[in-house]
């Protein structure tokens, strides 16, 4: 067959045959058009659970900080954020010691000894205290916690992350696929404008 002179019946199949590599390219550029905007609606919705990630991340970071504020105030270790506890009861008892003093030596009585204000207002210390070493367990142990829930986040971020990178990698081949196709339709477009000359 001859491009510049083409029989009809040779015209009409050529025709034909371009019409329908015509069809095929504009069907899958529209299933590629389909493809990629799936592939962004799921691309956005995969930033917007890193982004809730991210959210709670931080709030998680922020709580620990926070235990870790109290524990360190019950343990006297705080940077003065926190009053000082071990501090704080310290000073209750050098109050009492000192009033206690005070007391002792403004009451005399023969044979009867003044109450002591220390014994009576005296504080246990944080190490005294099983309550106040049960609360620095359980607030380690949330600790424990929100480290291990910060971790699986960024685990799970790690892996949306590799799925954004998959997902825009699948939209540029969806890209190239449509313009791939409409070259194959402006082409086909043209061929099939030549052969009707000779139908």
């Known amino acids: 067959m001859s491009w510049n002179m083409p029989t009809k019946k040779e015209a009409a199949e050529e025709y034909s045959r371009s019409k329908t590599n015509y069809s095929n390219a504009a069907h899958q550029r529209s299933v590629a ?59 209750q008892i050098r109050s009492a010691e000192i009033t206690d003093t005070s007391f002792q030596q403004s009451i005399r009585c023969d044979g009867i000894a003044p109450a002591s204000f220390v014994l009576s207002f005296q504080c246990k210390t944080v190490n005294q205290d099983s309550n106040t070493q049960q609360a620095i367990e359980l607030f380690e142990k949330e600790v424990q916690r929100l480290e291990q829930a910060i971790e699986d986040i960024n685990n799970q971020m790690h892996n949306m992350m590799e799925m954004i990178d998959d997902l825009t990698s699948q939209i540029q081949n969806s890209i190239q696929i449509q313009m791939d196709c409409r070259k194959a339709m402006i082409n086909s477009s043209f061929e099939m404008s030549h052969f009707r000359k000779w139908m």
């Open 33 to 91: 058009q389909r493809w990629e905007d799936d592939l962004r609606y799921e691309r956005a919705r995969t930033e917007d659970r890193i982004n809730s990630c991210i959210s709670d991340r931080l709030n998680f970071e922020e709580r620990i900080q926070q235990i870790h504020q109290i524990i360190d105030a019950l343990e006297g270790t705080g940077s003065g954020f926190l009053p000082d506890v071990p501090e704080e009861i310290h000073q």
